[in-house]
């Protein structure tokens, strides 16, 4: 997810202008601004993905819902009813937009078990193969664009640009990941016996579960599954509760470009079945290794269970990403980065910028900009932005509340606004935040930051690595050494130089460090996680008459 985007259209941000083209550009990326909610609409006809016939999917861009719509899972290629369903709420409008089947253990094994007896025959798919399906999915995301972008409306409420953006970033995602499947190669060791040699060669796992977030439910659901795929792995993808339409597109989406029968299942449920279904598959015998995008609490439960079973996870988690300004930054561009890496997507991404640690020198003239910024980006004319759940808006008020009761300062915002529904807040900046205060260490995933000041570098460095958290961090400035020298020191598993935190770029490995998790999607690290070496040695006489001499 390519979020430099964010930066070249950085004219149309200021002049809030949020216009969504859901028409493949000749990059397959479109729409690449987020500033918070808009008014766009878009047609919803779309061709039905299972029996080919073009139907009205009852929701538009602005989250029309069709709450007869019971969402199924796909199991072995098949779209499964189940007898327990749970409803999908519409942030916006706060009223069902349509219900969703809810998997059962027994789902879970199912949805296993086709995996497992689909992969023999995926494992030995060509390359070439592989790589077309890709390619035929990137279309198809475009060309059904529309009907996508109405499911992630409704579901997740999110501003029209960032979930264009994150409709046809996929695509891209599907193109770039499908374009470096030819390039998984093993190689030939040197071998420490004269007349034996060796090779390596790297193997897809088995079947991989895949559990992923709401908050980019497109991009980084099919990030939980196209490395996997790519790699020669089966996958059972856990949808979250909060989008099960989108990511049962996912499994659509495939289905259509011809994946065959059980190479991808997807399964959603219930909340309290949680603990339950996600148990039974990463116990399923199966399963071999487990890829989890999430919170670090739930990132802690699952890695335990996954060593239990002595299975491998890669994990990205939460954060509390630090952009640390220095004196001779740029002031209004680092002002404009740092908000909108705080307040993007109303602050639900885990790089969002959650401390900002400004020189003191410039302290009083960036505050002046920030709030500026904040101003521009964010009017108080407009719609505030929509958390996915009232439970957000709340967790972001008690958390400043608590903080401005122990002796924190607003810089910007109101903390007692009245907006339109309780799954709306507006942005809001704390200065004077100390240890003692539960914003300090605790992720917001909201629209709140904290803005801090320093005196020498090393001061800042140590407040950006006093956290558990160490996914994303920026620096500001216009000396590149200077810039090299801070983003060195800090504990992350990337350091953006003159960007903002929230950036993912497909070439680029992600992940993070500390309680960020470990392992790394995107370029070929992302395939390699799921490909495992597997060293073979042979005689070089083909009788093997050198068998039993020299070393064994």
């Known amino acids: 997810m390519a979020l430099e985007e964010f930066d070249s259209t950085m004219t149309d941000i200021q002049q809030h202008e949020h216009p969504i083209d859901a028409k493949p550009q000749s990059n397959g990326i479109n729409g690449t601004n987020a500033t918070g909610e808009t008014n766009g609409?878009?047609?919803?006809?779309?061709?039905?993905?299972?029996?080919?016939?073009?139907?009205?999917?009852?929701?538009?861009?602005?989250?029309?819902?069709?709450?007869?719509?019971?969402?199924?899972?796909?199991?072995?290629?098949?779209?499964?009813?189940?007898?327990?369903?749970?409803?999908?709420?519409?942030?916006?409008?706060?009223?069902?937009?349509?219900?969703?089947?809810?998997?059962?253990?027994?789902?879970?094994?199912?949805?296993?078990?086709?995996?497992?007896?689909?992969?023999?025959?995926?494992?030995?798919?060509?390359?070439?193969?592989?790589?077309?399906?890709?390619?035929?999915?990137?279309?198809?995301?475009?060309?059904?664009?529309?009907?996508?972008?109405?499911?992630?409306?409704?579901?997740?409420g999110g501003d029209d640009h960032f979930i264009s953006f994150n409709v046809f970033a996929s695509a891209e995602q599907l193109r770039d990941v499908?374009?470096?499947?030819?390039?998984?190669?093993?190689?030939?060791?040197?071998?420490?016996?004269?007349?034996?040699?060796?090779?390596?060669?790297?193997?897809?796992?088995?079947?991989?579960?895949?559990?992923?977030?709401?908050?980019?439910?497109?991009?980084?659901?099919?990030?939980?599954?196209?490395?996997?795929?790519?790699?020669?792995?089966?996958?059972?993808?856990?949808?979250?509760?909060?989008?099960?339409?989108?990511?049962?597109?996912i499994g659509s989406v495939f289905k259509e470009a011809g994946l065959p029968d059980g190479v991808l299942n997807v399964l959603t449920h219930r909340p309290q079945d949680a603990a339950e279904v996600t148990t039974?598959?990463?116990?399923?015998?199966?399963?071999?290794?487990?890829?989890?995008?999430?919170?670090?609490?739930?990132?802690?439960?699952?890695?335990?269970t996954a060593g239990k079973n002595l299975k491998p996870v890669l994990m990205e988690l939460g954060g509390k990403a630090s952009?640390?300004?220095?004196?001779?930054?740029?002031?209004?561009?680092?002002?404009?980065?740092?908000?909108?890496?705080?307040?993007?997507?109303?602050?639900?991404?885990?790089?969002?910028?959650?401390?900002?640690?400004?020189?003191?020198?410039?302290?009083?003239?960036?505050?002046?900009?920030?709030?500026?910024?904040?101003?521009?980006?964010?009017?108080q004319s407009g719609p505030a932005s929509i958390l996915i759940t009232p439970v957000g808006v709340q967790k972001n008020k008690n958390l400043v509340s608590q903080a401005l009761s122990k002796g924190a300062a607003l810089v910007a915002g109101d903390i007692n606004a009245e907006e339109s529904s309780n799954t709306r807040m507006r942005p809001i900046i704390v200065e004077k935040v100390t240890p003692e205060m539960d914003i300090f260490y605790q992720e917001s995933f909201g629209p709140t930051v904290s803005l801090f000041s320093f005196e020498e570098e090393e001061e800042a460095i140590k407040l950006a690595n006093d956290t558990e958290y160490g996914l994303s961090a920026a620096v500001f400035t216009t000396d590149l050494a200077a810039g090299f020298r801070v983003a060195k020191q800090i504990e992350s598993g990337a350091v953006h130089i003159n960007g903002m935190t929230v950036?993912?770029?497909?070439?680029?490995?992600?992940?993070?460090?500390?309680?960020?998790?470990?392992?790394?999607?995107?370029?070929?690290?992302?395939?390699?996680?799921?490909?495992?070496?597997?060293?073979?040695?042979?005689?070089?006489?083909?009788?093997g008459s050198s068998f039993g001499r020299g070393n064994i």
């Open 41 to 156: 609409t878009h047609g919803t006809d779309a061709t039905n993905a299972t029996n080919g016939t073009k139907t009205t999917n009852g929701t538009n861009i602005s989250g029309t819902r069709d709450s007869s719509y019971v969402i199924p899972l796909q199991i072995n290629g098949e779209e499964v009813k189940t007898s327990t369903t749970y409803k999908v709420v519409n942030p916006i409008t706060n009223e069902a937009a349509w219900e969703s089947c809810s998997a059962s253990k027994s789902d879970a094994v199912k949805a296993a078990d086709a995996a497992q007896a689909a992969f023999p025959a995926w494992s030995k798919t060509k390359p070439s193969q592989k790589r077309d399906i890709f390619f035929k999915a990137a279309d198809i995301m475009e060309r059904r664009a529309d009907e996508l972008l109405s499911y992630i409306k409704a579901e997740t």
């Open 178 to 249: 499908g374009g470096r499947i030819a390039s998984i190669v093993g190689h030939l060791p040197a071998y420490g016996q004269e007349d034996r040699s060796a090779m390596t060669l790297k193997q897809p796992y088995g079947v991989v579960l895949g559990i992923a977030p709401w908050n980019a439910a497109y991009f980084l659901g099919f990030r939980a599954v196209t490395f996997a795929l790519a790699a020669g792995n089966t996958v059972v993808l856990k949808g979250s509760e909060l989008s099960p339409r989108c990511h049962w597109a």
């Open 280 to 304: 039974t598959l990463i116990e399923h015998p199966a399963v071999k290794k487990i890829n989890f995008t999430g919170s670090t609490a739930v990132g802690r439960i699952i890695a335990a």
């Open 323 to 379: 952009a640390i300004v220095l004196k001779d930054a740029n002031l209004e561009f680092s002002a404009k980065q740092c908000v909108l890496g705080a307040f993007l997507s109303s602050g639900q991404i885990c790089m969002a910028t959650e401390r900002i640690i400004v020189d003191s020198s410039v302290a009083s003239d960036f505050s002046q900009a920030l709030k500026k910024a904040t101003a521009e980006i964010y009017p």
């Open 503 to 543: 950036h993912d770029d497909l070439g680029v490995p992600h992940g993070g460090v500390k309680g960020s998790g470990f392992g790394r999607f995107n370029a070929s690290a992302g395939i390699e996680e799921f490909l495992y070496l597997k060293s073979i040695t042979w005689a070089d006489d083909a009788a």
